[in-house]
């Protein structure tokens, strides 16, 4: 056998080990991907309930989320998703959802969008967490009604 030869291996053993390694990265992937959206999810309902009770308890209007919004990109420049209107969609996410253990249980299972549209089409509780259900256990795109 060359020396090229042992260096390259294209034997059905190679090939098995690098489709085994191929998934592994694969499946880490994904976990990361769900690890991140799970944190961010959490990250944006703490910020809602957070501007949903300064502007209870302290009485500030409207206009704070738009000031916040200016101040956070300032200081985050590089990161999007803090606009007036998704602050605005913390808030209303951190009001449909006042118990973060639902959060963290079904709401975080999904994506940001999925939420949003949640909360645009579906009035109840119910209907949310039945949506959100389904949207993770099958895959389901934003756009199923």
Known sequence: MSKSASLFPTDENYTTFLRS??????QAQIRAALAVNNELIVLYWQMGREILSRQQQEGWGSKV????AQDLKREF???????PRNLKYMRAFAEAYPDEQFVQRYAAQIPWRHNQVLLDKLKTPEQRLWYAQKSFENGWS????
């Open 77 to 83: 420049p590089d990161m999007s998703g803090f606009s």
């Open 142 to 145: 934003r756009d199923i009604r």
């Open 65 to 68: 989320i738009e000031r916040l």
């Open 21 to 26: 390694l191929k998934e592994r990265i694969r």
